[in-house]
């Protein structure tokens, strides 16, 4: 099963930019959907971004659409959030997600592969 190993998360200010990163163990990274999610202190694990296996179709939650950019790179087993104009409340523990499922995918329970997750967290 594929083990995924997300990178690139930390403290920052409102405004700026991070890019997560999220490594995949297999070199059959291209038959697996991707997701981010991200989970608050307090807070049920909520959706913010998924890709296709190709990279052709994404999707996105309100509160990142405009701001959040995910992207993968099959070549590298790598899937990437790029995430711009951070917010407060964008502080969270990000997670990627895999699934062999087709399309997107949007819920959580869609999703067999879970990374550790890493911090994110905006100043204000």
């Known amino acids: 099963q594929v083990q995924l190993v997300e990178s690139g998360g930390g403290l920052v200010q409102a405004g700026d930019s991070l890019r997560l990163s999220c490594a995949a163990s297999?070199?059959?990274?291209?038959?697996?959907?991707m997701g981010w999610f991200r989970q608050a202190p307090g807070k049920e694990r909520e959706f913010v971004a998924t890709?296709?296996?190709?990279?052709?179709?994404?999707s996105y939650a309100d509160s990142v659409k405009g701001r959040f950019t995910i992207s993968r790179d099959n070549a590298k087993n790598t899937a990437y959030l790029q995430m711009n104009s951070l917010k407060p409340e964008d502080t969270a523990v990000y997670y990627c997600?895999?699934?062999?499922?087709?399309?997107?995918?949007?819920?959580?329970?869609?999703?067999?592969?879970w990374g550790q997750g890493t911090q994110v967290t905006v100043s204000s």
């Open positions: 297999e070199r059959t990274f291209s038959s697996y959907i």
């Open positions: 890709i296709s296996r190709g990279g052709g179709t994404t």
């Open positions: 997600a895999g699934s062999l499922r087709g399309g997107v995918r949007s819920t959580s329970e869609a999703y067999d592969y």
